[in-house]
């Protein structure tokens, strides 16, 4: 056990900021919205830029309410360090920026959420070439390796079809190769999954959905885990070699994706995302709770054709995500009978909001087709599993039995 796990995941977070000393002993870590430092005397500026000297440079580079939030990432995730962004893409964009070169290859699950599958497509057009692959199954991944192959990139579970990706078997294969291995950890959230446990290198959180968890805050985070030689990685420029190897990634996609393209996170946003953070582990066991008796539900009622939810024990991958995830999670989606609009019943629901976020305190729902995915065209929609009937539902924290109701009462036509 390391020293972050000392307490529970919520006792941790709580105390977090008091580990360090908090300006007047405020118990929440301070707004510092100031965006440039000063320095006791021109030598202590120099040293600071030189990096001889731990302190702020300039706001685009670090601030004092983003680094505790970090910290808290950090302790969540169990890693050695954490950088955020703006927002849940400009972390995944960040991989991009500061590890990839042109001729380089990604090997990427076809399940992804649907911007994130655009980025791949423009990063296609900048001389990266990226294949994608069903990684609910490790031979897949293993067949579409290259030697130009940078890294692998999954989520653990697939927004919005829930495929679970086979995320052990894919960091074995991963860490015998050398391969850097990056997992998307939004739909399980560092309280139902660390992805430092099958291997994972890099773990991104989009920290807009449940670790913010109330819809009023963008924010994304890179954690790394300490499972990554970075030795390994051909792409590290000689000057990010100084440090210990330990360091080589962050510090390159701090210098790199964050000073260089500059998607950071404000901090405000930082402190709505630190608050919300404090009731994460609460709020994602009723979600848990909430999307399994929702899921039953619809599951079990003839005028629905199919449900998708790792917690059901008909999902494909429900044993994999019995084995790695302390929860099944907020994410569920389905479809339904043929006759039966989508849109007539989004219509009739009365609490469940027809809204694109996920991992908000109230629930969403969305037509997946008609909405998040519909740039990309039926035929890439096919090939992802997505229907065209398909609803995909964030669930909330509203008490269990209206939101059964609710989802019941819709079906009535
Ligand atoms: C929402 C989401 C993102 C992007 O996060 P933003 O904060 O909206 O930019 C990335 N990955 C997954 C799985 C997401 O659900």
Known sequence: MSEHQKYGFTTTILHSDRQKPIEHGSLHKPI?????????????????????????????????????????ITKMEDGLSTICFSTGMAAIGAVVQALLRAGDHVVSSSFLFGNTNSLWQTVAGQGVDVSFVDATDVSNVEAALTPATRLVFVETIANPRTQVADL???????????????????????????????????????????????????GGSLTDTGMYDWTR??????NYKRAAPTQWGMT?????????????????????????????????????????????????????????????????????????????????????????????????????????????????????????????GPERRASMGIAESLIRVSIGIEDTVDLVEDFRQALDA
Not at 190 to 215: E, Q
């Open 32 to 72: 510092h919205t100031s965006v440039t430092y000063g320095y006791r005397d021109a030598r202590e500026l120099a040293s600071v830029f030189q990096g001889k000297q731990p302190g702020y440079r300039y706001g685009r580079q670090g601030n004092p309410t983003v680094a505790a939030l970090e910290d808290k």
């Open 168 to 218: 052990k078997r894919i960091g074995q294969l991963c860490r015998e190769r050398g391969i850097l291995y990056v997992v998307d950890n939004t739909m399980t959230s560092p309280y139902l999954f660390r992805p430092r446990a099958v291997d994972a290198g890099l773990v991104i959180n989009s920290l807009t959905k449940s670790i913010a968890g109330h819809g009023n805050a963008l």
């Open 233 to 238: 990685f051909p792409n590290i420029f000689d």
């Open 252 to 376: 390159q996609i701090r210098a790199k994706a964050l000073r260089d393209f500059g998607g950071s996170l404000g901090p405000e946003a930082a402190h709505h995302i630190a608050v919300g953070a404090e009731t994460m582990a609460l709020r994602m066991e009723r979600e848990c709770a909430n999307a399994l008796a929702v899921a039953n539900m619809l599951a079990a009622d003839k005028r629905v054709a199919a449900v998708h939810y790792p917690g059901l024990a008909a999902h494909p991958q429900h044993a994999v995500a019995a084995e790695l995830f302390s929860g099944y999670g907020s994410l569920l989606s389905f479809e339904l009978k043929e006759g039966i609009d989508c849109f007539d019943y989004l219509n009739r629901l009365k609490l469940a909001v027809p809204a694109s976020n996920l991992g908000d305190t109230r629930t969403l729902v969305i037509p997946v087709a008609h909405t998040i995915f519909y740039e990309m």
